[in-house]
């Protein structure tokens, strides 16, 4: 199960990286309405949101919403995207995955595969095309 866990993680992974790299450097304050996140706050809040259930779900250790600034430029918030996937991976390496581990992970999924569609949209509305679902 383990395996099959990691595997769907690095899946999730590589596309929310490559959906983050295509919108260029200079779009990232993008934002499709004034009642939207930028580009570059969806992200972070997808960062965040991997570390948040991480704790709350997987490491099972309660957490309050607390999200740090948010990163400032398209460099910065991939690398902290990125770092929070590799926190996530770190963690189901070294938990059991019982029944409430899978759920928070599966959770979790659900919580970047919803902001990741916004974000592809946001990409549309850049006139740039998503790149191509990997599963």
């Given amino acids: 199960m383990k395996a099959q866990l990691l595997s769907t993680l690095e899946n999730a992974r590589q ?77 189901i390496e070294n938990v059991d995955t019982d029944e409430k581990v899978i759920h928070g992970f599966y959770a979790t999924l659900d919580h970047i595969t919803h902001h990741r569609g916004q974000a592809t949209t946001y990409l549309r509305c850049q006139g740039i095309t998503p790149p191509e679902y990997t599963y």
């Fill in 15 to 91: 596309y929310t990286m490559n959906v983050a790299s295509a919108m260029p450097a200079d779009n990232y304050a993008f934002k499709p309405d004034t009642a939207t996140w930028s580009f570059n706050d969806l992200l972070h809040h997808i960062g965040y949101g991997i570390t948040w259930c991480n704790d709350n779900y997987i490491l099972q250790q309660p957490a309050d919403w607390n999200p740090p600034t948010v990163t400032k430029d398209a460099a910065t918030t991939q690398e902290y995207l990125s770092k929070s996937f590799d926190i996530l991976q770190k963690s």
